[in-house]
Protein backbone atom coordinates (compact mmCIF):
# COMPACT_ATOMS: atom_id res chain seq x y z
CA UNK A 1 0.00 0.00 0.00
CA UNK A 2 1.40 3.42 -0.75
CA UNK A 3 2.31 5.73 1.85
CA UNK A 4 0.80 9.20 2.29
CA UNK A 5 2.93 12.60 1.48
CA UNK A 6 1.75 15.11 4.00
CA UNK A 7 3.92 18.61 2.08
CA UNK A 8 3.61 21.74 4.15
CA UNK A 9 4.16 24.97 2.47
CA UNK A 10 5.36 28.05 4.10
CA UNK A 11 8.03 30.43 4.22
CA UNK A 12 10.62 30.84 7.12
CA UNK A 13 8.35 31.87 10.36
CA UNK A 14 5.11 30.35 9.34
CA UNK A 15 5.69 27.28 11.56
CA UNK A 16 6.02 24.53 8.88
CA UNK A 17 8.33 22.73 11.32
CA UNK A 18 6.67 22.81 14.22
CA UNK A 19 3.86 21.49 12.61
CA UNK A 20 5.69 18.71 10.81
CA UNK A 21 6.61 17.60 14.25
CA UNK A 22 3.75 18.00 16.19
CA UNK A 23 1.71 15.45 13.45
CA UNK A 24 3.86 13.18 13.30
CA UNK A 25 3.84 12.64 16.78
CA UNK A 26 0.11 12.87 17.18
CA UNK A 27 -0.02 10.81 14.07
CA UNK A 28 -1.00 6.93 15.04
CA UNK A 29 0.80 5.76 12.27
CA UNK A 30 4.74 6.31 11.50
CA UNK A 31 5.44 9.07 9.51
CA UNK A 32 9.15 10.19 8.76
CA UNK A 33 9.80 14.04 8.85
CA UNK A 34 11.86 15.20 5.58
CA UNK A 35 12.59 18.36 3.90
CA UNK A 36 14.07 21.55 2.91
CA UNK A 37 15.12 22.47 6.48
CA UNK A 38 16.80 19.17 6.45
CA UNK A 39 18.31 19.11 2.88
CA UNK A 40 19.66 23.05 3.57
CA UNK A 41 20.60 22.85 6.63
CA UNK A 42 22.01 19.70 7.65
CA UNK A 43 22.85 17.21 4.57
CA UNK A 44 24.12 20.55 2.32
CA UNK A 45 28.29 20.59 1.98
CA UNK A 46 29.34 23.72 3.88
CA UNK A 47 31.08 25.35 0.50
CA UNK A 48 27.44 25.44 -1.00
CA UNK A 49 25.56 27.13 1.64
CA UNK A 50 24.89 30.64 2.39
CA UNK A 51 27.93 31.69 3.72
CA UNK A 52 30.21 29.05 1.47
CA UNK A 53 32.73 29.58 -1.03
CA UNK A 54 30.72 27.77 -4.30
CA UNK A 55 26.85 29.26 -2.93
CA UNK A 56 26.50 30.52 -6.40
CA UNK A 57 26.73 26.96 -7.24
CA UNK A 58 24.39 25.66 -3.99
CA UNK A 59 22.20 28.27 -2.09
CA UNK A 60 21.56 32.21 -0.68
CA UNK A 61 18.33 33.19 1.16
CA UNK A 62 17.34 34.31 -2.43
CA UNK A 63 18.63 32.12 -4.86
CA UNK A 64 19.24 28.30 -5.91
CA UNK A 65 22.22 27.31 -7.83
CA UNK A 66 22.34 24.11 -9.77
CA UNK A 67 23.54 22.32 -6.87
CA UNK A 68 20.66 23.17 -4.75
CA UNK A 69 18.37 22.65 -7.88
CA UNK A 70 19.60 19.28 -8.80
CA UNK A 71 19.84 18.26 -4.62
CA UNK A 72 16.06 19.38 -4.73
CA UNK A 73 14.93 17.33 -7.23
CA UNK A 74 16.72 14.16 -5.36
CA UNK A 75 15.00 15.08 -2.13
CA UNK A 76 11.86 14.88 -4.26
CA UNK A 77 12.70 11.53 -5.95
CA UNK A 78 13.35 10.06 -2.36
CA UNK A 79 10.49 11.18 -0.93
CA UNK A 80 8.62 9.30 -4.10
CA UNK A 81 10.19 6.27 -3.58
CA UNK A 82 9.55 6.19 0.66
CA UNK A 83 5.87 6.65 -0.74
CA UNK A 84 5.85 4.03 -3.04
CA UNK A 85 7.17 1.40 -0.51
CA UNK A 86 4.35 2.54 1.98
CA UNK A 87 6.46 5.01 4.27
CA UNK A 88 4.01 7.81 5.08
CA UNK A 89 6.00 10.85 4.76
CA UNK A 90 5.53 14.78 6.05
CA UNK A 91 7.47 17.23 4.59
CA UNK A 92 8.40 21.11 4.92
CA UNK A 93 9.03 23.28 1.72
CA UNK A 94 9.49 26.14 0.29
CA UNK A 95 7.31 25.59 -2.72
CA UNK A 96 8.76 28.35 -4.66
CA UNK A 97 7.69 28.75 -8.73
CA UNK A 98 10.61 30.43 -9.24
CA UNK A 99 13.16 28.81 -8.62
CA UNK A 100 11.13 25.77 -10.19
CA UNK A 101 10.83 24.02 -7.03
CA UNK A 102 7.02 23.39 -7.09
CA UNK A 103 7.09 22.24 -10.30
CA UNK A 104 9.09 19.68 -10.03
CA UNK A 105 7.55 18.14 -6.98
CA UNK A 106 4.50 17.83 -8.79
CA UNK A 107 5.56 15.82 -11.62
CA UNK A 108 8.07 13.49 -9.21
CA UNK A 109 5.51 13.00 -7.06
CA UNK A 110 2.82 12.65 -9.49
CA UNK A 111 2.14 8.79 -8.67
CA UNK A 112 2.15 8.92 -5.17
CA UNK A 113 -1.03 10.83 -2.62
CA UNK A 114 0.07 13.94 -1.40
CA UNK A 115 -1.72 16.39 0.89
CA UNK A 116 -0.55 19.73 0.10
CA UNK A 117 -1.31 22.22 2.91
CA UNK A 118 0.06 26.04 3.12
CA UNK A 119 0.63 27.67 6.32
CA UNK A 120 0.42 31.71 5.54
CA UNK A 121 0.36 34.17 8.09
CA UNK A 122 -0.09 37.98 7.70
CA UNK A 123 2.91 39.56 6.65
CA UNK A 124 2.73 41.75 9.23
CA UNK A 125 2.80 38.66 12.12
CA UNK A 126 5.74 36.97 9.95
CA UNK A 127 8.12 40.01 9.56
CA UNK A 128 7.43 40.28 13.40
CA UNK A 129 8.23 36.71 14.27
CA UNK A 130 11.68 36.85 11.99
CA UNK A 131 12.42 39.93 13.54
CA UNK A 132 11.88 38.21 16.75
CA UNK A 133 13.39 34.57 16.13
CA UNK A 134 16.61 33.68 18.08
CA UNK A 135 19.23 31.88 16.20
CA UNK A 136 19.92 29.06 18.86
CA UNK A 137 20.69 26.47 16.90
CA UNK A 138 22.19 26.39 13.70
CA UNK A 139 23.25 23.24 11.63
CA UNK A 140 26.63 21.59 11.68
CA UNK A 141 27.22 22.46 7.91
CA UNK A 142 26.60 26.30 8.52
CA UNK A 143 28.35 26.44 11.64
CA UNK A 144 31.60 24.89 9.66
CA UNK A 145 30.79 27.75 6.51
CA UNK A 146 30.56 30.57 9.10
CA UNK A 147 33.83 29.80 11.37
CA UNK A 148 35.78 32.51 9.87
CA UNK A 149 33.47 34.62 8.87
CA UNK A 150 34.00 36.81 11.80
CA UNK A 151 31.69 37.03 15.47
CA UNK A 152 29.56 39.19 14.12
CA UNK A 153 28.18 36.98 11.83
CA UNK A 154 25.11 35.38 13.75
CA UNK A 155 23.88 39.12 13.75
CA UNK A 156 24.65 39.32 9.94
CA UNK A 157 22.41 36.11 9.53
CA UNK A 158 19.30 37.29 11.26
CA UNK A 159 19.54 40.66 9.44
CA UNK A 160 20.11 38.78 6.45
CA UNK A 161 16.81 36.79 6.89
CA UNK A 162 14.87 39.92 8.13
CA UNK A 163 15.42 41.45 4.79
CA UNK A 164 14.84 38.78 2.72
CA UNK A 165 11.39 38.12 3.97
CA UNK A 166 9.36 40.25 1.69
CA UNK A 167 11.08 38.13 -0.83
CA UNK A 168 10.22 35.03 0.77
CA UNK A 169 6.68 35.76 1.65
CA UNK A 170 5.97 37.10 -1.91
CA UNK A 171 7.39 33.89 -3.56
CA UNK A 172 6.50 31.43 -1.23
CA UNK A 173 3.29 31.91 -1.90
CA UNK A 174 2.49 32.58 -5.88
CA UNK A 175 0.77 29.55 -5.93
CA UNK A 176 -2.48 29.47 -4.72
CA UNK A 177 -3.93 25.65 -5.26
CA UNK A 178 -3.75 23.71 -2.06
CA UNK A 179 -5.81 21.32 -0.46
CA UNK A 180 -6.01 23.11 2.50
CA UNK A 181 -4.91 26.77 3.63
CA UNK A 182 -4.34 28.08 7.27
CA UNK A 183 -3.65 31.10 8.94
CA UNK A 184 -0.93 29.69 11.19
CA UNK A 185 -0.83 33.46 13.48
CA UNK A 186 -4.53 32.37 14.69
CA UNK A 187 -3.85 28.97 15.97
CA UNK A 188 -1.97 26.51 17.49
CA UNK A 189 0.31 23.77 16.44
CA UNK A 190 -2.35 21.16 17.65
CA UNK A 191 -5.15 22.78 15.67
CA UNK A 192 -3.04 22.79 12.82
CA UNK A 193 -2.82 19.24 12.69
CA UNK A 194 -6.69 18.87 13.82
CA UNK A 195 -7.41 20.40 10.05
CA UNK A 196 -4.68 18.40 8.82
CA UNK A 197 -6.13 15.07 10.04
CA UNK A 198 -9.78 16.31 9.58
CA UNK A 199 -9.36 17.33 5.82
CA UNK A 200 -6.87 13.42 5.37
CA UNK A 201 -10.04 11.85 6.37
CA UNK A 202 -11.78 13.20 3.62
CA UNK A 203 -9.55 11.56 1.05
CA UNK A 204 -6.78 12.03 -1.44
CA UNK A 205 -5.55 15.76 -2.31
CA UNK A 206 -6.19 16.62 -5.56
CA UNK A 207 -3.79 19.89 -5.50
CA UNK A 208 -0.98 18.64 -7.27
CA UNK A 209 -3.23 16.61 -10.35
CA UNK A 210 -4.38 19.78 -10.58
CA UNK A 211 -1.15 22.43 -10.67
CA UNK A 212 0.09 19.26 -13.18
CA UNK A 213 -2.50 21.19 -15.49
CA UNK A 214 -1.15 24.15 -14.80
CA UNK A 215 2.78 23.39 -14.58
CA UNK A 216 4.23 21.77 -17.69
CA UNK A 217 6.99 18.91 -16.29
CA UNK A 218 10.25 20.86 -15.99
CA UNK A 219 12.64 18.16 -16.57
Known sequence: MTGRVVMVNGTSGAGKTTTCAAFA????????????????????????TMFGTMKDQGYTPTAYGPV????????HEMIAA??????????DQLAFTDPPVLQDAIWRLADVPVLFVNLKPSRAVLEARVRERRIDVIPA????????????IIKALADELAEATPWFYEHAYANEIYDLELDS???????????????LAEGPGTAFARLRETWPRPY
Open 141 to 152: PIQEAMAAAGPD
Open 68 to 75: CMHAIAAM
Open 25 to 48: RRAPEPYLMFGMDLLVGTLFPARY
Open 185 to 199: SAMSPDEVCERIEAR
Open 82 to 91: AARIGQNMVV
